[in-house]
């Protein structure tokens, strides 16, 4: 097998891992500068990013002893884009849905203060 074989593998993990990153660096702004929203929506995004992670670590150590042993096997990856953008989806999703759920009850209490 070809070193080249092995740097494909390493950087379509490298790859993965710069996208969990990002997911954790948005996460952890939502937390930092954030409501009580946003906190609630960081946890979906820190969620998704650690599953992201460990998928990519899952699939690298797979795919690495695939090459050792000269297996013919798909070395593509159809599953987990998919199920990335599905969690990117629910997370998003959530996020829209909670800011507003929120909004309604933060009009309902400025209603309230206005007619005092």
């Keep these: 097998m070809e070193p080249k074989v092995y740097f494909a593998n390493e950087r379509c993990l490298l790859s993965w891992y710069e996208a969990g990153i990002v997911l954790g660096a ?32 899952g699939m690298f150590l797979w795919r690495a002893a695939m090459i050792r042993k000269r297996r013919a096997v798909r070395y593509d990856d159809r599953l987990g884009p998919t199920v990335l953008c599905a969690l990117l989806f629910i997370a998003v999703g959530a996020n829209f849905i909670l800011r507003y759920l929120n909004a309604d009850e933060d009009e309902d209490e400025n209603a309230f203060l206005v007619v005092q």
């Design 26 to 57: 948005i996460a952890a702004g939502l937390l930092n500068f954030g409501d009580d929203v946003a906190i609630k929506a960081a946890f979906g995004f820190t969620f998704v990013a650690i599953a992201l992670v460990v998928y990519a670590m």
